[in-house]
């Protein structure tokens, strides 16, 4: 708690400095972000939300993009005033925290693990060795062949059931060393350490997802996962649109659709239901009534959308039915209507299915 107080005032007087007296000749300077991602590192790293491992690789990768920045780094000047608002502002960086942890600062405590180990001593079936036997076994056979690729997945793939993330992180870490063309294993490094920082995103999480983004743009799992990283960043719209363009390239009984759609339905993006009287007088058609049905309730949708053109998730239901019947052509003649007749504002999300269907012909 102390680091967060102190990290918060630090912030608060780096506003206070810069904020009118620093001049920059690029706007936003690209080296500063980076130090800042290396600060977020760091906090992840003292509250145990990612390994010693994984933190040292991802703050090499993050200096390594500060050295390509550094030759564009903006130049800041601080201005008299500025330097005068040391004085009082160190004050308050020293006073406050010293008094507060006077007040609730408990020295001789231990350092609480950020994620713990569980089921460790459980034997892995009646009678057998435990968790623990097994993983010592597989790290012993490892230390004496590094290049195993199937001990490797057998020590992630154990240590991940125990909730050991850390271990299982830095396994399918070495997996995706071993067998670069499994993209898989970069995936299950993230999942891993997603899991061990409670779900949350971290910096040296996000750059394994940056990875497989980078080598595999469409990749499902990266896809919805790039979402979740937009949604916890506050920024609903590219989540929003993440999701929508990941559900239009995936059939409908894809096995990540349900968590697509629950992300869609928090986003207050429904998909069109039919009642059950609806659905069973659908069922009882001839093939030829069917489509004739279908047909009315695209037209039906299709004209409201003419007069009341202002609805994104409607033109986004009309071209996703079109796709559907495989009918693709219309289904792109669609969104180009709505974003020519629709609030630009909102848009966003049609340019972006459109985009996709021109970019991937087979979708």
Known sequence: MIWFFLVLLLVTATLILFRGEGRTAQGLDPVAHHKAQLRELDADLSRGAIDETSAKAARVEIERRILRAAHTKPKVTLTRGSVTALVPLGIVLVVIPVAFYAVAGRPG??????????GRHAQIEEGGPTYEDALTSIRKHLAENPDDAQGW????????????YSTAANAFDRLAELQPNEIKWRVHQFEAMLAMAGGRITPAARLVLARVLNENPNHPAAQYYLGLAYEQMGDADKARVTWTTLADRSAPNAPWMGA???????????????????MAAVAAMSDEDRAAFIDSMIARLAGRLE??????????MLARSQLSLGNRDAAIAALERGISLMDVS??????????NLKANPDL
């Open 109 to 118: 405590l231990p350092a609480k693990p950020g994620v713990v180990a569980e």
């Open 153 to 164: 997945d057998v020590l992630a793939k154990s240590a991940r059931a125990i909730r050991d």
């Open 260 to 278: 697509v759609r629950q992300k869609l339905a928090g986003l207050g993006v429904k998909s069109p239901e039919l009642s059950d009287d609806q």
């Open 307 to 316: 007069d009341n053109p202002d609805d994104p998730e409607g033109w986004m």
């Open 346 to 355: 909102k848009s966003a999300p049609l340019k972006a299915l459109l985009d």
